[in-house]
């Protein structure tokens, strides 16, 4: 009798227990907010206002108010469980905008939803043709990943497990002067040059080299968090590198550590596949990875501002070229004579170009 006693209160002690359970995660239920974006013919260009309706749901509990965030930063409140309000796109950056709203109850319970809108750029690419000014040799062994100019020396930095390395060509008679072979395992990737240090990505190993410029020494390496690393140049401050993704990453050439990134559009969509790097007059260039087209990135706000088409650029000079060839990649500025010169992977040639409007 007292085991069916004791059974008895224990079922009831039980029960009580799971009914407040229940009412209790019952009485917590968040607020949920949806947020409507309206996109006109489905595309918001810089300059556009962006519309935005919130509705917030309350299930239990009494609205309090509801906070906005825009890309992370406190944008407004509303004590409105529905709210309307407009976001100014001119000072923007383009690329994917990211907004929360995270309401909250006066029992101080919070709930939070997210969207986002990719920003278009407001601007039509000026258009750029070509003109070879000269045509110079080029080792048809180097699967080129990075070029650059310093003090009237070519350097070059080249792909591929077992091949990877770094030369530099005298530009007065086209002789490589010094090379330095990457262990195997390495995919040598992107080079820059930056206070006498030359950078070296690599491709999917997630490191980096500084070397000395002169002795091309190893001084020592970096990790970076990218999945790749593709391209590689600096403004004079900051290294900047991409990834074969539509992102550009600035970072600090001391401690490595990401400052900012861009995500890079034109006025159709995001532009991806950014490749090999070259940052002249204050414009980042870019090879777009299996075409013939470099363009001209603002580093501020991610707008592509030119295309350059370089169709048929090796085709017009190939010379009964036999052994494999692969894409265009490879920009190199000489800011001394204010020269351009461009080539690929494995080409037989490398090319002072001129850039010229296009008509169309």
């Known amino acids: 009798m007292r085991n069916l006693s004791v059974f008895i209160l224990l079922f009831f002690f039980t029960t009580f227990v799971l009914l407040n359970c229940a009412q209790s995660t019952k009485r917590n239920r968040p607020p949920v907010t949806s947020i409507n974006i309206a996109q006109k013919n489905g595309k918001i260009s810089v300059g556009n206002k962006v519309s935005v309706n919130l509705k917030t749901k309350i299930k239990d509990g009494t609205f309090l108010n509801t906070k906005i965030f825009l890309d992370g930063v406190l944008f407004k409140a509303t004590d409105k469980p529905e709210y309307s309000f407009e976001i100014e796109t001119s000072t923007l950056p383009v690329g994917t905008h990211y907004i929360k709203a995270l309401a909250t109850t006066l029992e101080g319970i919070s709930g939070e939803n997210f969207s986002d809108f990719l920003l278009l750029s407001d601007l039509t690419p000026q258009k750029f043709n070509y003109k070879i000014i000269k045509a110079y ?124 990134k861009i995500q890079v559009c034109n006025q159709a969509g995001v532009v991806q596949n950014l490749n090999e790097l070259e940052y002249i007059n204050g414009e980042i260039w870019a090879n777009i990875w299996t075409t013939d087209k470099i363009v001209k990135i603002n580093p501020e706000t991610g707008k592509i501002t030119a295309e350059i088409d370089l169709k048929g650029l090796l085709s017009s000079n190939l010379l009964n070229q036999s052994s494999p060839i692969d894409v265009l990649n490879g920009i190199a500025y000489d800011k001394e004579k204010n020269k351009i010169y461009v080539t690929g992977k494995l080409w037989p040639k490398i090319f002072e170009i001129e850039l010229v409007k296009s008509v169309n």
């Open 137 to 260: 040799p080029h080792n048809i062994e180097h699967f080129t990943e990075g070029l650059e100019i310093r003090k009237g020396f070519l350097y070059e930095g080249t792909g591929q497990e077992g091949s990877s390395a770094i030369y530099k060509t005298d530009l007065n008679n086209w002789k490589t002067t010094k090379e330095y072979k990457l262990d195997q395992q390495y995919f040598g990737e992107g080079i820059t040059i930056l206070n006498d240090k030359l950078y070296q990505l690599t491709y999917k190993t997630q490191i980096g080299f500084v070397r000395d410029l002169n002795t091309f020494e190893l001084l020592k390496t970096w990790t970076f968090k990218n999945e790749q690393g593709w391209g590689l140049t600096n403004d004079g401050k900051s290294l900047i590198m991409s990834d074969g993704t539509d992102f550009i990453y600035f970072i600090d050439s001391n401690s490595f550590k990401e400052i900012r």
